[in-house]
């Protein structure tokens, strides 16, 4: 070896000058290369798995109208939902309406009085208005100036109810406005529902020339906006029972409230009206009269609601006109004392800040109006927990189809999720829902509300993934559902 | 002739001292290190989940039982983390023996920035071969290791695979 080294001394010693610097340049280039060399260090792993049973599995809820096929060991699921279709109108109880956005006196309403009664109608405030002031008098039953329907009371009708606004535009002391309630418009037997400028108001039998009073009390009429509301019962058990009330239309409070029975006019009323005293000079507007059979048209009722959905009912510009909250009857009642007609309107379901419905449109929205919602809660998936421990768990939407032209909104949650998945039209708004837990041993379901206006020609696809873990844990199990919501 | 030879040599002498030398310092400096966050170390959760780290912080040995079903994701098995103040390192990984069970139809690992949980990239496990794209890990930087299985068995079953975590200070050219 040492001779070895020896004789590559020997070599570099012998060398020529030029060629030692030749070597030299050699040996700096090797090391500048091996400096820059690649160097790459491993960390070995090894990797060992070892497949189990799964804690959870899945169940068919047998909820009707929902088809369930699991495979896979109950670990995954396609789902046939139908959508439930949205909001009915299932009950129209008014049977006049009028908001005077048309002429009245152009044929609907015929106005009883003297030969100058004065009613004309108001194009820009939309109202009916009597005027009194150039003293016409006396052409009808004790000077009453009235507007009735020609639509009269549908057959079998038990109870008419009747709302009107009225307002006081000029006149005062002695003068009144009211509601009118025909047995007989040519024989002139009514009832007619008063309402005074001096303190007070009223419930009158009429007979010809002759009245009757039944029932007054004080009140003042201090030339605003009220509400006169009234009902007849017109045949038994409660025939002749009668109630009358009248509103400050702004804050809802009742000025007067009064009742009376009397059924001389047997089955009045069978035409229905307004109108006031005709002799006195005053000035008086009417808006917004309805006469609705059997249902009071202060409400719009909701049902088929679950507990706790909120009905929000709007204008065509979107203004909140009335609101109600189902409770455990799933009805929903929304009062529209204050505004019984509105055309254009648009019903929204919300639980909590989640859209249920997404507003529908309807051409108008009567106070005794009966809507169902056919919108359910529905199971769509059982989840069982097998485990001795408590899972979180939650879905997530992975992809949507959806076929074109359709709208409506689909919510999806497990157990007692606050926030589902929420899809509108064709958007995903909320992609994953809240978490819930599943109890250790205990049985949970994936619930939905499906509302697809109108029902699509094709189903809506949706593929999801359910998940759960432990709440302590970073490892997360996932099983794939489909569901396919048809029309 | 015979110059060549030596020329030759003396340079796979040099080379093969040089790498030893890199190798030995960058093990002195224990600039890169695996660790576990203690979520699946040694507890037991879902599904029994173990990561067990040599005392040199340089080799792992994972133990997992997903459910026969569906698919079960083990977050945040391990970190890798740059100790190193200057020096950005690339990171890749060899699939030396894939799962190929049939009955894993999916196993896949899943590179995380350990602070933002963006994806870095994955390396599929079931099938051999270097992933060396490279992913950066910039000084004092983390990532985070998921692993991701999808089981489709009617019974239980068991499976290993070994893999190498690669790293490298530079990004030019891959490893052998």
Not at chain 1, 204 to 216: C, E, F, K, M, P
Not at chain 1, 322 to 347: C, E, F, K, W, Y
Not at chain 2, 132 to 150: E, I, K, Y
Request: aromatic letters at 12%; one cysteine or more.
């Amino acid at each position: 070896m040492v001779e070895r080294l020896y004789r590559i001394y020997s070599f570099f010693y012998n060398l020529n000058y030029y060629f030692k610097i030749l070597m030299l340049l050699l040996l700096l280039l090797i090391t500048v290369a091996v400096a820059t060399a690649s160097v790459f260090i491993y960390y070995p792993a090894g990797i060992t798995t070892s497949w189990v049973n799964p804690s959870v599995v899945l169940l068919d809820p047998g909820t009707s109208g929902v088809l369930v096929h699991l495979y896979e060991d109950d670990t995954a699921a396609d789902v046939e939902v139908a959508s439930l279709g949205c909001l009915v109108l299932v009950e129209r109880n008014a049977f006049i309406y009028d908001d005077f956005s048309t002429n009245p006196l152009l044929g609907r309403l015929t106005v009883l009085g003297s030969s100058r009664p004065g009613a004309s109608w108001d194009s820009v405030n939309q109202y009916l208005v009597f005027d009194a002031t150039n003293s016409a008098s006396g052409g009808y039953n004790l000077d009453h100036m009235i507007a009735y329907y020609s639509t009269p009371t549908p057959s079998g009708t038990d109870r008419v109810y009747l709302m009107v606004k009225t307002l006081r535009l000029s006149g005062a002391n002695g003068l009144w406005k009211g509601l009118f309630l025909f047995q007989d418009v040519v024989q002139r037997n009514y009832y007619v529902f008063m309402f005074w400028d001096t303190p007070n108001t009223g419930i009158s039998r009429i007979v010809s020339n002759g009245y009757v009073r039944l029932a007054t009390s004080s009140a003042s009429d201090y030339g605003i906006w009220y509400v006169q509301w009234g009902v007849r019962d017109r045949i038994s058990p409660g025939n002749g029972y009668m109630e009358y009330k009248v509103y400050e239309l702004d804050t809802q409070n009742i000025v007067s409230s009064l009742t009376a029975t009397d059924d001389v006019h047997q089955g009045a009323p069978n035409y229905v009206g307004f109108g006031g005293a005709l002799n006195r000079r005053e000035v008086l507007a009417f808006d917004d009269f309805v006469a609705c059979a059997d249902a009071n048209p202060q409400f719009v009722n909701v049902t088929g609601l679950e507990f706790g959905w909120t009905v929000y009912l709007r204008d065509n510009r979107g203004a909140l006109v009335a609101q109600g909250t189902a409770g455990s009857d799933g009805v929903a009642s929304l009062n529209v004392l204050t505004r019984p007609i509105v055309r254009n309107a648009r019903l929204e379901i919300r639980q909590g800040n989640i859209a249920i419905l997404p507003a529908q449109s309807f051409s108008e929205v009567i106070g005794g109006d009966v809507y169902e919602c056919r919108i359910k809660d529905t199971s769509i998936i059982g989840l069982q927990n097998q485990d001795s421990k408590d899972y979180n768990v939650y879905l997530r939407v992975e992809n949507l189809q959806t076929p074109s032209g359709y709208s409506g909104s689909i919510n999806l949650w497990v157990g007692s999720s606050a926030t589902p998945i929420q899809i509108v039209g064709g958007s995903v708004v909320v992609g994953t829902s809240s978490t819930a837990t599943l109890y250790s041993g205990a049985t949970a379901f994936i619930h939905g509300t499906f509302s697809l206006t109108p029902p699509p020609s094709t189903p809506v696809v949706l593929t999801l993934s359910f998940h759960y873990y432990i709440p302590s844990s970073e490892v997360e199990v996932e099983y794939p559902i489909t569901v396919r919501v048809h029309g | 002739m015979k110059i060549s030879a030596l020329l030759a040599s003396l340079l796979n002498i040099a080379l093969f001292l040089c790498y030893t030398m890199e190798i030995t310092d960058s093990l002195s400096q224990r600039l890169l290190y695996l660790y576990v966050t203690g979520t699946n170390t040694g507890v037991r959760n879902l599904s029994d989940a173990e990561v067990n780290l040599s005392e040199e912080s340089n080799t792992v040995i994972i133990t997992l039982h997903p459910y026969r079903r569906g698919t079960t994701c083990y977050k945040d098995v391990l970190r890798i983390s740059n100790r190193d103040t200057k020096k950005t390192y690339y990171i890749g990984f060899s699939v030396d023996t894939a799962f190929d069970d049939a009955a894993i139809a999916e196993a896949e690992l899943v590179v995380r920035d350990a602070t933002t949980g963006a994806l870095v990239g994955t390396v599929n496990l079931r099938s051999t071969g270097t992933t060396w794209s490279p992913w950066s890990l910039g000084a004092g930087g983390q990532l985070r290791v998921d692993l991701r299985f999808r089981v489709s068995s009617d019974a239980s079953g068991s499976d290993s695979a070994s893999i190498q975590l690669i790293y490298s200070p530079q990004s030019a050219e891959s490893p052998p």
